[in-house]
């Protein structure tokens, strides 16, 4: 599986952005989707996460509230709408999958096989 992540940009603080990560080399189904995110000299953390037919969700507690993770199918595409975004949201954003991921593993980045490029998101005013 080879990911595609875009969206990314600078917004002001209190904005919004939507993140798309697009699958290529086979469907997404019965794979686990997430989202992470890296700020200079940080670890890298967990964002949100999906498990792709199984409607099941989870997010940061940080995002949550502000964040949500979708899915298309047909597009083989994931997305992350971002609203009122924050400084502290300020990293490189990353998508990843894992074939059967259990629900213990979505929230560390260790259990994903497949990685996206990485997408710059700013906020700032």
């Known amino acids: 599986v080879q990911l595609q992540a875009s969206g990314g940009g600078l917004v002001q603080p209190g904005g919004s952005l939507r993140l798309s990560c697009a699958a290529s080399?086979?469907?997404?189904?019965?794979?686990?989707l997430g989202w992470f995110r890296q700020a200079p000299g940080k670890e890298r953390e967990f964002v949100a996460a999906?498990?792709?037919?199984?409607?099941?969700?989870y997010y940061a507690g940080s995002v949550k509230g502000r964040f949500t993770i979708s899915g298309d199918n047909a597009k083989n595409t994931v997305y992350l709408q971002m609203d009122s975004l924050k400084p502290e949201d300020t990293a490189v954003y990353y998508c990843?999958?894992?074939?059967?991921?259990?629900?213990?593993?979505?929230?560390?980045?260790?259990?994903?096989?497949?990685w996206g490029q990485g997408t710059q998101v700013t906020v700032s005013s």
């Open positions: 990843a999958a894992k074939a059967g991921i259990i629900t213990s593993s979505v929230y560390y980045p260790q259990y994903y096989d497949h």
């Open positions: 080399g086979r469907t997404f189904s019965g794979y686990g």
């Open positions: 999906l498990r792709v037919g199984r409607g099941d969700t």
